[in-house]
């Protein structure tokens, strides 16, 4: 009896250390996804980067001075520029000034000689006349004709004025042929002294429209190369942004491996302690195995630890997969969904949000909706205290402290850690249960 007694317990403490080694493997051998390390750049690649943005950064500063600086020129030049362009039309005007001066003198000119023309004509028509009135030619025709004494020395009188006259209008031509001789000559000279200057402010407004376009050219081509440089710089800023980026993922990824791997350790050393636990309490007499849990379910619930340790494996299976809003259920991770002003765009991210994460984990066991403050009350009727933790247990958080308020939900694993699905633009990680967030609301055993 007690040999049969004794192989019973025996029996039964060789298979409750097998059910605990089967879930102590389960908790520290899953099947985690994106284990791959990402890409970690050399230090002397980022350094070789670093190097290259310095470099052309200090090329762009010296090319950025020197284009300010034929700028500066490019101004002066275009000051020169319009300082010509002003003399030139200064000589123009001065030119068409002179030359007017010297059309007008040669119309005066041109007009004196024609009264001087017109005078000589008249003179000479009178003489004709004069002569022609009288039959006697000669000194003395003028007693023969006349009348009497009077009208010949009225006639005398007038010839004689009338020649004086002549000879007025000659004299007033002469001079004023000599006058305007000299300013014909002057306006002449004048004439040709601003056509000189004016051919001069030509060259000069040439000179410096050369100049001006010169400086344009060398400031335009120095551009080119300082946008050429600008854009080696951003191609290098980006080079190195990627380097540091990629850095900075893999830093990341290697303290998560790490603290995953803690967070294994600890599972494995739990179970061997349970495990070990158990073999003790049972090398004298055979104990239920719901004595594995310091607080057991209330009686008639289907709860057990190696449905709990099956639903954490499930879980730690998806380690590293991207947090989707929405996403995941019961067949495992699904594209989630965006909403209005989603930075993260979740409807293009395949993976998990926190209750689809734990409706996945209890999925052979339990349906529960996607709904975290919902699944408190679905998946079970025991509500153990932090204390009395059990792998698989769900765990809660709220903002307001009502079930109502229930915003988040976690599964725990063991030592005092969870495996969740925090929010976009994150992964499915392990953390302490106390890190998630302060509003702790309470825990659920499934199947209770």
Not at 178 to 200: F, G, H, L
Not at 305 to 317: E, L, N
Not at 384 to 391: E, V, Y
Not at 411 to 420: R, T
Request: with cysteine; net charge neutral.
């Amino acid at each position: 009896m007690n040999v049969c007694r004794s192989r019973r317990v025996a029996g039964r403490a060789a298979a409750l250390a097998a059910v605990v080694a089967v879930a102590a493997g389960l908790l520290v051998a899953p099947q985690v996804a994106g284990a791959d390390p990402p890409t970690n750049p050399s230090d002397g690649q980022i350094n070789s980067a670093q190097a290259r943005k310095t470099a052309l950064a200090d090329k762009v500063g010296q090319l950025s001075a020197q284009v300010a600086d034929l700028q500066n020129q490019v101004q002066q030049r275009e000051a020169e520029a319009e300082l010509a362009e002003q003399k030139l039309a200064d000589a123009l005007q001065k030119l068409a000034d002179a030359q007017a001066a010297a059309a007008a003198a040669r119309a005066q000119l041109t007009q004196a000689q024609k009264d001087v023309d017109k005078a000589t004509q008249s003179f000479s028509d009178f003489v004709r006349v004069t002569y022609m009135s009288s039959p006697i030619t000669g000194p003395a025709s003028g007693l023969l004709t006349a009348q009497d004494p009077d009208a010949l020395l009225s006639r005398n009188d007038y010839m004689q004025y009338s020649a004086q006259h002549k000879l007025d209008v000659i004299g007033a031509l002469n001079k004023a042929k000599v006058e305007q001789s000299n300013a014909d000559a002057a306006a002449r000279a004048a004439e040709q002294r601003q056509a000189t200057a004016k051919d001069n402010a030509a060259k000069a407004k040439t000179a410096a429209d050369a100049a001006l376009k010169a400086a344009e050219t060398e400031r335009d081509q120095l551009n080119a190369t300082l946008d050429s440089t600008q854009s080696a710089l951003n191609a290098a800023k980006l080079e190195l942004a990627t380097l540091n980026n990629q850095r900075t993922k893999y830093l990341a990824w290697k303290k998560e491996q790490e603290r995953i791997a803690a967070a294994k350790a600890a599972a494995e050393a739990a179970a061997r302690a349970r495990a070990a636990a158990a073999a003790a309490a049972n090398s004298s007499s055979w104990h239920p195995v719901s004595s594995l849990s310091p607080a057991p379910p209330p009686s008639g619930g289907s709860w057990s630890p190696m449905a709990g340790h099956v639903a954490v494996d499930r879980a730690m299976r998806y380690l590293g997969i991207p947090y989707a809003f929405a996403g995941g259920g019961y067949s495992g991770p699904s594209y989630g969904v965006c909403e209005s002003g989603d930075a993260f765009n979740d409807c293009n991210v395949y993976g998990f949000d926190c209750s689809g994460l734990a409706m996945y984990a209890w999925a052979p066991y339990i349906h529960m909706d996607h709904y975290a403050a919902t699944q408190y009350g679905q998946a079970g009727s025991y509500h153990p205290d932090t204390s009395n933790l059990m792998p698989g247990d769900l765990v809660f958080w709220s903002s307001d402290g009502t079930q109502a308020g229930i915003h988040h939900v976690a599964i725990y694993i063991g030592n005092g850690n969870v495996i969740q699905a925090p929010q976009s633009g994150d992964i499915v990680r392990v953390t302490p249960l106390f890190e998630v967030d302060s509003g702790y609301y309470g825990a659920t055993r499934p199947l209770t």
